[in-house]
């Protein structure tokens, strides 16, 4: 008979241990073939290794019409061999972990499991068939050979088509009668948004104020909004708006406000998305124009005292005294600077 040991006993091993365990951190579906086949039939994927990996593309924001641009990080190499880029009946591929380790000739009585969310779903001992169970009992693919030799030829976990609910944490378990190791990870799925959308605009409340809103739809699992301003000011969302259909496709707005006068135009404002426990990532900019400069000298006219003062949009005269004395003493000091040089020509 084999031991049973704990699911989480911290026992050492002896002999028998686990020398990597290759699960992608993110495997990322198909979005437009999520689009034609819905939830209830798995779509094709796109695997990720630490990180994510997508072609940059362009899109038009509402208002303003700015053009804008995603970016993603880049994914690191899947460790996975090139041989198993294989596909299932269906034509889609499997998602495959795999769980590489080192046990001794002496060593009897060897058995590996794969756990999800604590939960024993496949076991191989060398010499039977690998069985699936529980939730997996029928999603696995029990019969790809990772080796030719009979202690590592079915120590693969073989998903054959990747679903939501698989994301979650998987361990894989080794065991001996005399030693065992294991080694645990967490997975995500993500079905990619299908729209991300950047806007500004002038605050119905104040007019001083600067409205920034962050648009998601369509995205699994809810994602992290995070508005950005220069590059470097990070805005606490003033609101936050989330949905989430029968599918679990979710749709997540976020507003935040800033003070235009802390805003040096023309500065980036940007969005970034990210998915918690995955490395997805994708980001929006655009650049924010104030107009405002470009008319308030056009209304700048002097009084009869020598004094500036700013016009209204009616025509009215509103006078900042602290502008309008900068300004002057701007002006008187040009005027010296002119009297002087015009005095050392004439000597």
């Known amino acids: 008979l084999i031991p049973i040991f704990p699911l989480y006993s911290f026992a050492a091993y002896q002999s028998v241990h686990i020398t990597n365990l290759n699960v992608p951190k993110t495997y990322v579906l198909d979005r437009s073939t999520y689009d034609v086949v819905g939830s209830s ?23 303003p019409m700015t053009s804008t641009t995603v970016q993603q990080l880049p994914a690191s190499v899947s460790t996975v061999p090139s041989e198993l880029n294989f596909t299932t009946d269906t034509g889609l591929k499997p998602l495959i ?27 191989w001992i060398p010499s039977r068939t690998p069985v699936g169970m529980n939730q997996f009992k029928n999603e696995l693919q029990t019969n790809y050979s990772m080796s030719d030799s009979i202690n590592y030829k079915y120590r693969a976990l073989v998903i054959r088509n990747p679903k939501l609910n698989h994301s979650g944490e998987y361990m894989c378990s080794v065991q001996t009668y005399d030693s065992f190791d294991r080694r645990m990870a967490r997975f995500q799925i993500v079905v990619p948004e299908k729209t991300l959308l950047l806007h500004y605009e002038n605050d119905g409340e104040s007019d001083n104020m600067l409205l920034i809103k962050c648009s998601v739809f369509m995205v699994y699992p809810e994602p992290n909004l995070l508005l950005i301003v220069s590059g470097n000011l990070f805005l606490v969302s003033s609101r936050t708006l989330v949905t989430a ?103």
Request: with cysteine.
């Open 245 to 347: 259909d029968a599918n679990h496709m979710y749709n997540k707005t976020v507003y935040g406000k800033i003070d235009k006068h802390l805003l040096i135009s023309p500065t980036s404002i940007g969005c970034v998305l990210t998915v918690p426990d995955s490395g997805y990532i994708r980001k929006r900019e655009t650049i924010y124009y104030d107009p405002t400069p470009l008319t308030k000298w056009s209304r700048l006219r002097m009084d009869e005292r020598g004094h500036f003062q700013l016009l209204s949009d009616d025509g009215a005269g509103q006078l900042n005294p602290l502008a309008g004395w900068l300004i002057s003493l701007i002006v008187f000091l040009q005027r010296a600077v002119l009297w002087r040089h015009d005095a050392d020509s004439m000597k």
């Open 41 to 63: 039939t798995p779509p094709s994927v796109v695997q990720y290794g630490v990180g994510g990996d997508g072609e940059d593309d362009d899109v038009t924001t509402g208002l």
């Open 97 to 123: 972990m795999d769980c590489q380790y080192e046990i001794k000739a002496r060593e009897c009585g060897f058995v590996l499991k794969w756990y999800f969310n604590k939960k024993l779903i496949y076991q």
